[in-house]
């Protein structure tokens, strides 16, 4: 037996072993575990997942085993993604940590900040937020104008940050700070402090799909040790902008996501019926679905050859660009055909005369719009993918 081999086969006697029968049906929104201090397990299972699964190095089953990862190698990561698939196990963690965070750790950050952070996210022990957008500073991002201003050793923070996502259940933040006023992009320093700092207060702000993820952060006088300051001093916006690398190629993933448990043309017929062959009943309909899955199809084959190429340090980041553009764009065309196909069940909003798969529906369009937006601009991306995947003029 190849060492190949008995990995897979170790990997599926512990899975077997240690994943909870109820990990391994359909996810449920409601069942994602975000961990942090104050995470709840509304099922008790995905707390054992997590654990057990975060002892293991599983949750971040490529970082390096001396900060909590699985020290895997890019073989034996993909074994197990496909034993996972296997016996269609949950995610074990939800984290900005594993998703963003984590990799500029990695590359950027002090060992003892590593040794301090990273295990701690591996384990889903502590919830992070991003500071990145301000009220002024959105696309422009490197207009932003939180300051931090050094005494003796710690750094004095002031600003505000906007649509910082779920600020108000997090334990800790990456945030974006200006170091130096007299310059624009060298003047920005990356920094890690905790949420429960005097001076962090938090306000949701509700969304049109009725949901309070964003919020409004205000920090007033907050000290952060000076020893939580990522990488050097005014070189903050490098960190930045791989981070968004990583952020933009995880947003991108919602361009796989699969429509229903049950395949969208099945879910159709629930509403449009189907014709004396079997098929829906609506031929411009089953085009539209058809063209989607085509297109959902192609997306997901070159999400998984970028995301290889990226472990495998080839290829370009700016491919992250690419991966965010056109995934938002497919997840909002996911949207509106469900939408579509439901007919009038796809405007409810609240009451008896929808099931609450068709509320998710109607309220998941409306948030969709914000694909496009979150995580950098279709516009700001088709810019990234026009000067640094296809060379052209800037002028």
């Not at 719009?369 to 640094?388: H, L």
Request: net charge neutral; charged share 25%.
């Amino acid at each position: 037996m190849s060492d190949i081999e008995q990995f897979r086969a170790e990997t599926r006697a512990w899975l077997e072993d240690n994943c909870p029968a109820s990990m391994r049906t359909p996810s449920v929104a409601e069942e994602m575990v975000w961990g942090g201090r104050r995470a709840t397990f509304t099922n008790p299972d995905s707390k054992v997942w997590l654990e057990r699964m975060g002892a293991k190095g599983w949750t971040a089953p490529m970082w390096p085993a001396q900060y909590g990862g699985g020290g895997l190698s890019m073989a034996e990561n993909a074994v197990l993604e496909s034993e996972l698939r296997r016996i269609k196990a949950r995610p074990a963690l939800a984290s900005f940590g594993l998703w963003m965070l984590g990799p500029v750790l990695l590359e950027f950050a002090s060992e003892s900040q590593k040794l301090e952070h990273l295990p701690k996210i591996v384990r889903g022990e502590i919830r992070w937020c991003q500071g990145y957008s301000e009220p002024g500073a959105g696309s422009d991002l490197a207009g932003l104008q939180t300051k931090a201003v050094r005494d003796g050793d710690v750094y004095v923070i002031n600003g505000q940050k906007v649509w910082t996502s779920y600020a108000d259940q997090c334990d800790w933040i990456f945030c974006l700070v200006r170091t130096d006023t007299t310059v624009k992009h060298n003047g920005i320093s990356f920094i890690l402090f905790d949420m429960q700092s005097p001076g962090v207060s938090v306000k949701p702000i509700k969304l049109i799909s009725g949901e309070s993820p964003f919020c409004e952060t205000f920090f007033d006088d907050v000290r952060v040790p000076a020893r939580d300051q990522v990488g050097e001093l005014n070189q903050g916006w490098t960190i930045a902008k791989r981070l968004l690398q990583h952020e933009r190629t995880n947003i991108g993933d919602f361009g796989t996501a699969q429509s229903p448990q049950t395949p969208m043309h099945e879910q159709a017929k629930k509403y449009i019926g189907e014709d004396a062959l079997g098929r829906l009943d609506d031929a411009a309909m089953r085009r539209e679905i058809a063209k989607y899955q085509v297109r959902q199809k192609a997306y997901g084959l070159t999400y998984a050859r970028v995301g290889q190429e990226l472990k495998a340090g080839l290829g370009d980041g700016a491919a992250s660009s690419i991966l965010k553009a056109v995934g938002a764009e497919l997840n909002k065309h996911r949207s509106e055909l469900m939408i579509d196909m439901m007919g009038t069940q796809g405007i409810g909003w609240e009451g008896d005369g929808f099931n609450d798969w068709e509320i998710m529906q109607t309220r998941g369009w409306l948030r969709s719009k914000a694909n496009s937006i979150e995580g950098g601009t279709t516009e700001i991306n088709k810019n990234v993918v026009a000067k640094n995947v296809l060379g052209l003029p800037t002028k």
